[in-house]
């Protein structure tokens, strides 16, 4: 049910709302009302339908501000079942040949990329000609030049982009965010990103370089970058990083099965950090500072999340991240909303330059400076 109490039920269900939302005002609305969201809606075809595709796709039943509309696949018995299943018309399916047919068609604003790594930086620059805006799955690509590329066509094209960095919305890591900006976790010292899940089938994309743009850290890793650096507030300037691998039939060369890896930052906060395709219940964030800590376990699966401070346990209620998420990318993308930790291109960019320096530090042993 599309309706403004659903919209208010969404954003007031939880105290982070309020801080996250700086232009939202209370006096403009009708609490009471039934009345059926008539605002803006970002209408959102989804390329790549597979496994998080679907995911997006179901959780975008519930979104507010973003719909689904169209898809892009090269599998017709999937384009079937989905137009079945969202009630989507035959002239918003496109394959990987025609897609940028898009452009022509009025009733998609923007694209969703949602397949393999190492396949974002073309289909992404090709959306941006079409003249849509694009959302791209992390990581945005595989390494810093072609995200910089893609970034840089998406200015061209006038056209937003925007990273799946879904974490950036949800509730107890953004109180987390408010917190040490306060000041209430005093100056920051540490950061602990522990990432990781035992990963299965040795003959999915996930393990292929070609497609993948490496192993775990490209698909996992990415969440401790990306979290020590909205956890801290800073960005690094020097990595280190080593690498193990118990098993090189199953993570060939240019796969990463497991790097340790650590991060310096101006102010002298360090981070320790641990990605690999080698463990299970691998998924925790400790940030240490003079004056508090945060702990959050899990800290970046789909959830529930679980966190808590030096004063105790953060009581946020489980959202759908990916509804959420949608929410708010239609809010940035239509209304020009300012997000508190930030969800654009030259987001994506950063931690893939953080990528290519650990690659780098994990081949040479040595240290190396980000600049
Ligand atoms: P998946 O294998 O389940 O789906 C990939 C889709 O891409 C499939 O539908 C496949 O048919 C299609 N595809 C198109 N061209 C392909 C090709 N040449 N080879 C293989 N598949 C091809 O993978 P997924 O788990 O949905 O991951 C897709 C992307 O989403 C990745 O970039 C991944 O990192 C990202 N992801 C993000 C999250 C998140 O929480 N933000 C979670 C899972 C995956």
Not at 47 to 61: D, I, K, T, W
Not at 285 to 309: D, H, V
Not at 337 to 356: A, S, T
């Amino acid at each position: 049910m599309n309706t403004r109490r659903v919209f208010l039920q969404k954003i007031t269900a939880s105290a982070f709302a309020l801080p996250f939302m700086p232009d939202f005002n209370f006096e403009n609305v009708n609490l009471s009302s039934d009345a059926p969201y008539d605002g803006p809606v970002l209408r959102v075809a989804i390329m790549g339908l597979g496994s998080y595709g679907s995911r997006v796709a179901e959780a975008m039943l519930t979104s507010t501000m973003a719909k689904l509309t169209g898809v892009i696949s090269g599998t017709p018995s999937k384009i079937k079942e989905w137009q079945t299943k969202y009630n989507i018309p035959e002239k918003n399916c496109y394959n990987y040949e025609n897609f940028d047919d898009i452009k022509n068609n009025k009733d998609i604003d923007a694209v969703y990329v949602i397949t393999p790594n190492a396949l974002h930086h073309d289909q992404v620059i090709r959306v941006a000609k079409a003249g849509k805006h694009v959302i791209c799955e992390k990581p945005m690509a595989i390494n810093a030049t072609e995200g910089q590329e893609m970034v840089d066509a998406c200015k061209k094209a006038n056209v937003k982009l925007l990273v799946g960095y879904r974490m950036h919305f949800e509730p107890k890591t953004l109180e987390i965010v408010r917190m040490r900006k306060a000041g209430e976790l005093g100056k920051i010292l540490f950061f602990q990103g522990l990432c990781g899940f035992k990963i299965g089938d040795p003959t999915q994309w996930r393990l292929n370089k070609a497609l993948a743009g490496g192993g775990a850290m490209m698909d996992i890793g990415i969440y401790a970058i990306n979290g020590s650096r909205y956890m801290i507030g800073e960005e690094p300037i020097w990595v280190t990083a080593e690498e193990t691998k118990t098993d090189p039939i199953k993570f060939k060369e240019g796969v990463d099965e497991t790097i340790m890896f650590q991060l310096g930052f101006p102010s002298g906060a360090v981070a320790s950090c641990l990605s690999t395709y080698n463990m299970n219940n691998l998924d925790r964030f400790f940030l240490n500072g003079e004056k508090g800590f945060a702990e959050m376990q899990p800290s970046t699966g789909y959830g529930p999340i679980k966190a808590r401070t030096n004063i105790g346990e953060l009581t946020h209620p489980h959202v759908t991240h990916q509804t959420v998420q949608m929410d708010e990318m239609a809010a940035i993308i239509l209304q020009g909303k300012q997000p508190m930790v930030p969800v654009d291109g030259e987001e994506g960019v950063r931690d893939l330059k953080i990528i290519d320096a650990i690659f780098a530090a994990a081949k040479t042993g040595k240290k190396v400076e980000l600049k």
